[in-house]
């Protein structure tokens, strides 16, 4: 079964310093994976996804996500974090060809220090 | 966000009391989904429907019953609410396909059984 590691909970960052956000998953295909965030009381938005191709991904709000089958990972980075990116950031990985599920990490929560 | 409306947006019960959570969606999509989201667990999918008249349990679906009578709506109810079930609950719904898959989020149903 599909499953979805995060193993930072909470990372603590200095605003303008670089940030990497760790996500590992089982899966025996090609998965497709995603970034979401989740501002405090909001529903979450999609940062990027990953189906095929170029294993660096661009998305919104200037992250990205480097997918390594090598490692099974895809973890998420920022050049320059700025305070307003203070948030939980979860990583999801499905399976639409057969199960058609969305299986969620746990979510790292993103504290931004002036 | 747009497309998937979930009602109500807040509600409390107290232990015992039934309720339905509703999801909406006018995407004319086939995959809709009901989660739960707690504190250091992320979100966990409580049960899915792949289309109209299925569906298929996640990963906590204890104490909970689904049903998608339409390719619209999927709701989902709880018979007797227990304080282990205070949540926040998020409906989605898949669209697209292969590279232009997307998971869109209701705003979340925040419950609080006491």
């Known amino acids: 079964a599909q499953s979805v590691t995060q193993p930072d909970i909470h990372i603590t960052v200095s605003e303008g310093a670089s940030l990497e956000l760790r996500c590992n998953y089982s899966?025996?295909?090609?998965?497709?994976l995603f970034w979401y965030v989740q501002s405090p009381g909001q529903g979450l938005q999609l940062l990027l996804k990953y189906f095929s191709g170029d294993t660096l991904v661009q998305g919104i709000k200037g992250f990205e996500a480097e997918f390594k089958r090598s490692q099974s990972s895809f973890n998420l980075r920022k050049p320059s974090v700025h305070w307003s990116d203070a948030a939980e950031y979860f990583c999801?990985?499905?399976?639409?060809?057969?199960?058609?599920?969305?299986?969620f990490g746990t979510g790292t929560r993103l504290q931004v220090f002036p | 966000n747009a497309g998937v409306t979930q009602t109500p947006k807040f509600q409390v019960l107290k232990t015992g009391q039934s309720m339905t959570l509703q999801c909406a969606q006018d995407m004319n999509h086939n995959s809709m989904y009901w989660y739960r989201q707690d504190p250091g667990m992320g979100l966990r999918l409580i049960y899915y429907?792949?289309?109209?008249?299925?569906?298929d349990k996640g990963e906590v679906p204890n104490g909970y019953n689904v049903s998608r009578l339409n390719k619209r709506e999927f709701s989902l109810r709880l018979e007797s609410a227990a304080p282990s079930q205070t949540s926040v609950y998020f409906c989605a719904i898949v669209q697209g396909v292969g590279m232009n898959t997307e998971a869109f989020f209701g705003q979340g149903t925040r419950l609080t059984v006491v």
């Open positions: 899966y025996g295909a090609t998965p497709y």
């Open positions: 999801a990985v499905a399976d639409f060809s057969d199960t058609d599920k969305l299986i």
């Open positions: 429907s792949a289309s109209e008249g299925t569906t």
